[in-house]
């Protein structure tokens, strides 16, 4: 019989003290390609990371461990709030009269309201044992700003933001709350570096992109000795970070009883999809699980992984960051202002890539007044306000469990709620009041976006 619990909490001392590493698991099906250097198109080494990270991380980017311990003081303050929630929603299946149960991970009980503390805290811990002062970043929605303002001033080091323009103007009090903790918050782009004067000259009206954004962070790291950059999301040890969710989950999954046959996610690099589904991915790599299922939400107005193509590509605008092997739009696409800020990114993490090429994921892509409308439901049912963000998987949920309503199959959903909508109320005014543009998708947009693609063949 199912556990008629709706909560499976785990206890403090449960935080998982190792980071899941999915890497080896995948080497063992298709090897993954190279990162390469932007100037001379040749697989990078530690050495050119070096300007950017500190060591530690870059070892983590490459590792082929398959567990990696947790520092200590990072477990000290995961603790303030992990181990994360596990419900099931039962009020939503009840409302969707669906034989299916749909299981949810919160990662919204976080001090700055999402997954993004999971990686801003080592990422500041490292940067401080490396003897680094200062990190410069970027931010779309406002959420990986906030966690690692958070996580800077939790390790005592300066924090500069550089906040994509549109989200800089719809969530004045995200940047108050990195202020709060001590932050610089730039509106991007900027006048403070090349990359952020040399868009503003061509488009003085620009409301930025995450592409745009990383480029100034880069830029200013990479122009001081005492700063490095730090990024919320894409990199190989962003995700590692993450597996903390999918660890948490799948231990409270078996509290509850349960396997679940399909795992939901948004994305906009891929780092809270991958923090909840990698740890079960491993079990369908290794031929355990053959049929668990995975399913990729994404934005219609910035969908990478079912319009984009897998191919070489630079991670920011500027052309600065190493060239990655993903699904991109073109580096120069800039999507339309859509409330989900943090999934309006032109590329994705290069090893969630690889899974969707292969099969091994599948991917959605939704309108913005659908995804509120299932935000809607969810908060109307379960009484949580979610990101327009984790809307995206919550929309994918709902489909899935009203197949099961209508094939009658009694299917375990289990998705990743990333973060409350708690700052994004405007989103929400705009679509109680009919002011939501349904933004359309221009293929001819990412046509000339991809032109400029660096031109290095897939082999
Ligand atoms: C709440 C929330 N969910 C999801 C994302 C998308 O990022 P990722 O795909 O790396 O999880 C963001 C990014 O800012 C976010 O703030």
Not at 100 to 120: C, D, L, M, Q
Not at 194 to 206: K, M, V
Request: hydrophobic share 40%.
């Amino acid at each position: 019989m199912t556990d008629p619990r709706t909560r499976f909490d785990l206890r403090p001392e449960d935080v998982p003290t190792a980071w899941f590493n999915l890497m080896p698991d995948l080497a063992q099906k298709v090897q993954p390609l190279p990162p390469l250097n932007p100037m001379t198109k040749e697989p990078i080494g530690p050495d050119d990371l070096a300007p950017l990270f500190p060591m530690s991380l870059i070892g983590q980017e490459v590792s082929t461990e398959r567990w990696i311990d947790i520092p200590g003081p990072v477990i000290d303050v995961y603790r303030l709030w992990r181990p994360t929630p596990l419900f099931r929603a039962t009020r939503l299946e009840q409302h969707l009269q669906t034989p299916a149960r749909i299981y949810f991970k919160y990662e919204g009980v976080s001090p700055a309201g999402s997954h993004k503390p999971n990686t801003a805290l080592p990422q500041a811990y490292y940067n401080k044992e490396a003897g680094i002062r200062r990190i410069a970043t970027e931010t779309g929605a406002g959420q990986w700003g906030s966690a690692m303002a958070m996580a800077c001033s939790f390790f005592g080091l300066e924090c500069t933001v550089y906040m994509v323009r549109a989200s800089y103007d719809q969530k004045p009090y995200r940047r108050v709350f990195m202020e709060s903790f001590g932050s610089e918050v730039i509106p991007s782009p900027s006048e403070r570096t090349n990359a952020g004067r040399g868009i503003l000259a061509e488009h003085p009206d620009s409301t930025g992109s995450l592409g745009i954004a990383i480029s100034e962070a880069v830029e200013d790291a990479a122009t001081h000795e005492d700063a490095n950059y730090a990024l919320g999301s894409v990199l190989g040890h962003v995700l590692l970070h993450q597996s903390v969710i999918g660890l948490e989950a799948q231990e409270q999954m078996e509290m509850a009883g349960e396997r679940p046959d399909v795992v939901i996610g948004c994305v906009g690099g891929g780092s809270n999809f991958a923090g909840i589904s990698y740890p079960f991915m491993a079990g369908k790599l290794r031929g355990e699980t053959p049929d668990m299922r995975f399913l990729a939400t994404e934005p219609a107005a910035c969908p990478t992984l079912t319009k984009g193509v897998f191919a070489y590509d630079y991670g920011d605008t500027a052309q600065m960051t190493p060239i990655v092997p993903m699904y991109t739009l073109g580096h120069g696409f800039v999507p339309a202002p859509v409330h989900a800020g943090g999934l309006r990114y032109h590329g994705d993490a290069p090893s969630l890539s690889l899974l969707v090429r292969e099969g091994y994921m599948e991917a959605k892509a939704y309108t913005q007044n659908a995804i509120f409308e299932a935000a809607l439901l969810f908060a109307k049912t379960q009484g949580i306000i979610p990101g327009p963000e984790p809307a995206h998987a919550i929309k994918g949920a709902i489909e899935e469990a009203v197949a099961a309503r209508e094939s009658g199959e009694e299917k375990v959903i289990l998705f990743n709620l990333s973060g409350h909508g708690h700052f994004d109320m405007q989103a929400y005014d705009d679509y109680l009041n009919g002011r939501l543009p349904e933004v359309e998708f221009d293929p001819a947009e990412e046509e000339a976006a991809l032109a400029g693609l660096p031109g290095v063949p897939i082999v």
